[in-house]
């Protein structure tokens, strides 16, 4: 398990953190770019769940998946094949899945596309799936990572845009895109 005894350390006073690995690296570095992008995305997620003590499901899948991006950052961390490390597995995005399938199944059939919005929840839930979208874009840069990662961020942008669905009262506040409304 992880201790920390200190919080200041110093040691990124120069423009360098280190790895999981205890490697050192910029913090201009892509990898750290996409270290931080997936940290965002999962205090989007810490932020959408202070909206959701009311969704007890929706609530306990978002916890799940709050782990799951600690998990990821782990393995991004600490890049290679080392199957004795930490690693985002198959089974985290089968999970992603089966929630986006079960969800999916209480929602009215898409006529068009959804502009973020609706209610405060939902609202916080697109706010989350575009951190993720953005953390994803960062991975896609990187060479030699899991590349069950990519994959577990796709389909967990999926589920964010189904779950803010579901929490704009099962797409009842939905705000349908009108094209050339304002023209």
Known sequence: MVRIDRVVTKGGDTGE???GDGSRVSKGDPLIEALG???????????????????????????RIQNDLFDLGADLSVPGTDAHRLRVTEA???RLEAEVEQMNAVLPPLTSFILPGGTNVAAHAHMARVAVRRA????????ALNPIIQRYLNRLSDHLFVLARV?????????????GANR
């Open 167 to 179: 929490l704009n009262r099962n797409a009842a506040a939905d705000v349908l895109w009108v094209p």
């Open 92 to 94: 985290a995005v089968q």
């Open 37 to 63: 992008a997936v940290d965002e995305a999962n205090a989007s997620l810490g932020l959408l769940r202070l909206h959701t003590q009311d969704h007890v499901m929706e609530d306990a899948m978002l916890a």
């Open 136 to 143: 994803e874009r960062s991975i896609v840069r990187l060479d």
């Open 17 to 19: 953190t280190s790895l």
